[in-house]
């Protein structure tokens, strides 16, 4: 079977139940071409600006609500209080303690967590088969589905009577319990991040560090991880994100004592961090009131800290993208 063209060319016909395609397009199919790029243009430009209008009403929508608190009590004295006490009279709210306690466990997590993670990541990318890889990866990430109450649950009923049991801690609600967990719930994004920055270092590399007569650790700890530190870097900082914005988990496992730990290096006393603030007092608090408008303050707070680690994270991620010919 074949078709005529405008030149009187026969052409043949690949199979008869196929759809035929000319090579040229009349004006109407050109000009609905247009339009329909034109309409799916708008449409994904009107997807995008509604997220990024989203973010930004979210932002204006919490400074705004915290203007009439910062407004009455200052800035200064908000940052540099220790005092949290919204029912005293006249009440105190001081958010020194509760971004202390927060930077606490995040901190002591991450100190779990990192060391943990990109072990495990550089063991997935650089020692086992890739059909393991493939079968232990999606297990570890099935970690990051699991709801954080459950998480929650876990050190108060679990990890807490056994703290108090064999490490003789008078309080198994404490920082060390919630930084714990924290840490546990940090690792799928640590090591999924990493691992996949690790496996996208090139395989000339890793030949020429062979040709060099590198042995595989030195390959791996020279000019491996080296080559893929954004990323890696990027994982910590999302890590770290995943920490900081958790609320369940302190608010259940962390003791909740509006206090700064003395010594500091005493992980068995309990703190108190911003999310459980928010957490715990939010719904009972009158809307309008000072207590309200201080709880967005401590929003403000929060959403800063995670915006710029957000930023953070998405400068190293750029960067461990960009192909490297050195």
């Given at each position: 079977?074949?078709?005529?063209?405008?030149?009187?060319?026969?052409?043949?016909?690949?199979?008869?139940?196929?759809?035929?395609?000319?090579?040229?397009?009349?004006?109407?199919?050109?000009?609905?071409?247009?339009?329909?790029?034109?309409?799916?243009?708008?449409?994904?430009?009107?997807?995008?600006?509604?997220?990024?209008?989203?973010?930004?009403?979210?932002?204006?929508?919490?400074?705004?609500?915290?203007?009439?608190?910062?407004?009455?009590?200052?800035?200064?004295?908000?940052?540099?209080?220790?005092?949290?006490?919204?029912?005293?009279?006249?009440?105190?709210?001081?958010?020194?303690?509760?971004?202390?306690?927060?930077?606490?466990?995040?901190?002591?997590?991450?100190?779990?967590?990192?060391?943990?993670?990109?072990?495990?990541?550089?063991?997935?990318?650089?020692?086992?088969?890739?059909?393991?890889?493939?079968?232990?990866?999606?297990?570890i990430e099935v970690l990051a589905a699991i709801p954080s109450v459950a998480y929650g649950f876990f050190a108060i009923k679990a990890l807490a009577p056994w703290m108090q049991?064999?490490?003789?801690?008078?309080?198994?609600?404490?920082?060390?319990?919630?930084?714990?967990?924290?840490?546990?719930?940090?690792?799928?994004?640590?090591?999924?991040?990493?691992?996949?920055?690790?496996?996208?270092?090139?395989?000339?590399?890793?030949?020429?560090?062979?040709s060099l007569g590198s042995t595989r650790l030195e390959t791996t700890v020279k000019v491996v991880i080296p080559a893929a530190h954004s990323g890696i870097m990027a994982a910590?900082?999302?890590?770290?994100?995943?920490?900081?914005?958790?609320?369940?988990?302190?608010?259940?496992?962390?003791?909740?004592?509006?206090?700064?730990?003395?010594?500091?290096?005493?992980?068995?006393?309990?703190?108190?961090?911003?999310?459980?603030?928010?957490?715990?007092?939010?719904?009972?608090?009158?809307?309008?009131?000072?207590?309200?408008?201080?709880?967005?303050?401590?929003?403000?707070?929060?959403?800063?800290?995670?915006?710029?680690?957000?930023?953070?994270?998405?400068?190293?991620?750029?960067?461990?993208?960009?192909?490297?010919?050195?």
């Amino acid at each position: 079977m074949t078709i005529e063209t405008k030149d009187h060319m026969a052409l043949p016909v690949v199979a008869a139940d196929r759809t035929y395609r000319p090579l040229y397009l009349t004006a109407r199919e050109d000009l609905l071409g247009l339009v329909a790029s034109w309409v799916g243009r708008c449409l994904l430009f009107a997807i995008t600006s509604i997220s990024i209008l989203t973010v930004l009403l979210i932002f204006v929508f919490v400074i705004y609500q915290s203007i009439p608190f910062l407004q009455q009590y200052g800035l200064a004295s908000f940052l540099c209080s220790t005092d949290w006490y919204p029912q005293a009279d006249p009440p105190r709210f001081g958010a020194l303690a509760l971004i202390i306690g927060s930077a606490y466990v995040t901190i002591v997590s991450m100190a779990i967590a990192v060391p943990i993670g990109i072990l495990a990541a550089v063991f997935l990318s650089e020692v086992v088969t890739h059909q393991i890889r493939n079968m232990v990866k999606p297990v570890i990430e099935v970690l990051a589905a699991i709801p954080s109450v459950a998480y929650g649950f876990f050190a108060i009923k679990a990890l807490a009577p056994w703290m108090q049991e064999y490490l003789g801690i008078p309080t198994g609600a404490n920082a060390l319990n919630a930084s714990l967990v924290l840490a546990i719930m940090a690792l799928p994004t640590i090591i999924s991040v990493s691992e996949d920055s690790i496996s996208a270092v090139g395989r000339e590399l890793r030949e020429a560090a062979y040709s060099l007569g590198s042995t595989r650790l030195e390959t791996t700890v020279k000019v491996v991880i080296p080559a893929a530190h954004s990323g890696i870097m990027a994982a910590v900082v999302l890590g770290t994100m995943r920490a900081i914005g958790e609320t369940m988990v302190v608010w259940m496992a962390a003791g909740n004592a509006n206090q700064i730990p003395s010594p500091w290096w005493d992980l068995t006393q309990s703190v108190r961090t911003m999310t459980a603030t928010i957490a715990g007092e939010m719904g009972e608090t009158a809307k309008g009131s000072t207590h309200y408008s201080a709880l967005f303050a401590v929003s403000v707070v929060l959403l800063l800290m995670t915006s710029v680690l957000n930023v953070i994270s998405n400068i190293l991620l750029g960067r461990s993208l960009r192909p490297s010919y050195t």
